[in-house]
């Protein structure tokens, strides 16, 4: 379904890796989508439109045009609501035969990231573009997460935590009042 593969937000990006363990295709079509999410939402269009930040009047044409770009905001709104659906019992199977593994994963990103420490010293805030290994206790932690429905920010909170463990500190200890930042992500992807 998707050919990008890479996310802005910690969400999405967790989703579009969670898509390579699919075992069937999610539907193609624009109607054939709204029909699956509308038999998710209980066949409640408010509720949906309300999810999608959209109106019914909208969705109902979308359902009824004969062709929307894909580059159309709704389009795009209603494919990443497929691709967080999608499977949910796969999803949780591919979760936890990677926990039951080591649980690792790999992470690419560009984004702004910086360091503050206790004192007020800081590393601000500057783009970068890294590839890093994600170890024990991270991976579990942001399926948890993705699992309860945790916010983008709970999310932002996990994995800050984890490329401080990981790239600033690579197995040292960190102070407790250190802290790393995590802005602008203009790119993300998991490998798992």
Not at 93 to 109: K, R, T, V
Request: hydrophobic share 40%; glycine share 4%.
């Amino acid at each position: 379904m998707p050919l990008n593969l890479s996310a802005n937000t910690i969400q999405e990006a967790l989703d579009r890796a969670d898509s390579r363990h699919w075992t069937r295709t999610p539907p193609h079509s624009i109607p054939a989508r709204l029909t699956y999410l509308l038999k998710q939402n209980r066949h409640d269009t408010a509720a949906l439109a309300y999810r999608l930040q959209t109106t019914p009047a909208d969705l109902d044409a979308l359902r009824t045009a004969a062709r929307t770009s894909q580059d159309h905001p709704l389009h795009q709104a209603v494919e990443r609501e497929v691709i967080r659906l999608w499977q949910p019992r796969v999803r949780r199977q591919a979760h936890d035969a990677i926990l039951a593994n080591g649980g690792q994963m790999m992470l690419s990103f560009r984004a702004w990231l910086g360091f503050t420490a206790a004192a007020g010293t800081s590393d601000d805030p500057r783009l970068r573009f890294l590839t890093l290994t994600l170890n024990t206790p991270y991976p579990e932690l942001l399926f948890t997460a993705q699992h309860n429905g945790t916010p983008e920010a709970g999310l932002r909170d996990i994995l800050s935590d984890a490329l401080g463990a990981c790239y600033f500190h690579r197995g040292r200890p960190a102070h407790l009042q250190e802290k790393v930042s995590l802005d602008r992500i203009d790119y993300l992807e998991f490998y798992y």
